[in-house]
């Protein structure tokens, strides 16, 4: 199985400072269709999980401009340019390049 | 807009059998493949399987192969999970999510209990 790797487990960001969370894969999640199976999700207190960023960087339906994926390979990195408190909650990156599908741990975002 | 209402959940004993259903509405349900994910309390998230939109492939994480089996009736727009065998271990919230793009909306999940 693929191991995915985030860093750092927990965040605390005062409003208005920006945020990165990175993700590691064990193999890269470039397909030989070229596209990157790499995906990050935010699970806000009482709430299930909602796609944030899909293949890297584009960014789902409603999610703001603030939020954005890089990265290619075995190495991603979401960033949040100026957090906001509406932001807190869990973010979990996920590969789907190969089954079993696998999740990161989660990284902890909190307010300060 | 995307609405995804699963149910079925509810106490169990080792070794007992739950059936979980997800209500689809919203969208075209036959065009999109469909997972199940769970979450046990406290801890991340786990892919648990998918089903092709025709429901002619299906897959399985190895925790739940030879147990649960995927379904889906697309005159109903609803996506079925039969759990059988279940462990204790299985105790979590079940997902519904839908695909297109991958797991691009959530349903709020049903609460499995596996417990004596």
């Known amino acids: 199985d693929i191991v995915m790797t985030q860093t750092p487990l927990s965040l605390s960001v005062t409003p208005g400072q920006p945020a990165s969370i990175s993700c590691k894969s064990s193999q890269s999640l470039l397909h030989s269709s070229g596209k990157t199976s790499l995906y990050w999700f935010l699970q806000k207190p009482g709430q299930p999980p909602q796609l944030l960023i899909y293949e890297v960087s584009n960014r789902f339906s409603g999610v703001p401009d603030r939020f954005s994926g890089s990265g290619s390979g075995t190495d991603f990195t979401l960033k949040i340019s100026r957090v906001e408190a509406e932001d807190v909650g869990l973010y979990y990156c996920?590969?789907?390049?190969?089954?079993?599908?696998?999740f990161g741990q989660g990284t902890k975002v909190e307010i300060k | 807009e995307v609405q995804l209402l699963e149910s079925g959940g509810g106490l169990v004993q080792p070794g007992g059998s739950l059936r979980l259903s997800c209500e689809a509405s919203g969208f075209t349900f036959i065009t999109c493949d469909m997972s199940w994910v769970r979450q046990s309390p406290g801890k991340g998230l786990e892919w648990v399987s998918s089903i092709t939109g025709s429901g002619g492939s299906t897959y399985y994480a190895d925790s739940v192969k030879g147990r649960f089996t995927i379904s889906r009736d697309n005159s109903k727009s609803t996506l079925y999970l039969q759990m059988n065998s279940l462990r204790v271990e299985d105790t979590a919230v079940y997902y519904c999510?839908?695909?297109?793009?991958?797991?691009?909306?959530w349903g709020q999940g049903t609460l499995v209990t596996v417990s004596s």
């Open positions: 999510v839908k695909h297109s793009p991958l797991f691009g909306n």
């Open positions: 996920m590969q789907s390049i190969q089954l079993p599908r696998t």
